[in-house]
């Protein structure tokens, strides 16, 4: 395929295969983070890990998949750290990045709500949805298995409600007592 748009159109063919080079540098950077968080202390091997704030999370991964979206945070997020700022950011990018490349839908909303006992992180979409086995809702979905376990580890709960045409709804809900915070 590419050698024959190289044929037709040089410009274009390069720009096509500059703009896959810098999309396998991002997802190198989310497999990165990724394997940071499974890590067993949570953080790189080279110790530098900075965590972000979940604003600041939401608003890269929103600009990083162009993907128009409401999003709101309400509550004391300031005060969660550790294992459990790790669960909440990948729930957050994993959710809007499944939304971005499979839902077709521009109807993308990201909700953070932290009390004294928990954080909940719900992603919703009003896209193309898939079939969720009523057993395990997204099982055979790497995404969502890493999303799963993430949320475990901390000893959360996570939730996906989908069904084809209708969309998908993901929901973490992470603790953040002293028991929850420690894996």
């Known amino acids: 395929w590419m050698a024959r748009r190289v044929e037709l159109d040089p410009t274009q063919a390069t720009a096509a295969l500059a703009e896959a080079a810098t999309e396998l540098r991002r997802a190198l950077e989310e497999i990165r983070r990724m394997l940071a968080a499974l890590s067993p202390d949570g953080s790189p091997e080279d110790g530098s890990r900075q965590e972000e ?3 600041l999370v939401v608003q890269k991964v929103l600009e990083r998949w162009r993907l128009p979206a409401s999003w709101s945070i309400e509550g004391d997020v300031g005060a ?5 700022l790790q669960a909440a950011s990948s729930v957050i990018r994993e959710g809007v990045a499944n939304a971005a490349k499979h839902s077709a839908s521009k109807d993308v909303a990201v909700r953070v709500q932290a009390t004294p006992q928990r954080v909940e992180v ?4 009003r896209g193309q949805g898939f079939e969720a086995s009523p057993k395990e809702p997204g099982e055979g979905h790497l995404g969502l298995e890493m999303m799963r376990r993430l949320v475990a580890e901390v000893r959360g709960t996570l939730d996906i409600e989908s069904s084809p045409g209708r969309g998908t709804r993901v929901v973490a809900r992470l ?7 420690e894996p």
């Open 53 to 55: 704030s979940l604003e």
């Open 80 to 84: 969660v750290h550790g294992p459990i």
């Open 122 to 125: 719900q992603v919703e979409d």
């Open 175 to 181: 603790p953040v007592d002293e028991q929850g915070d």
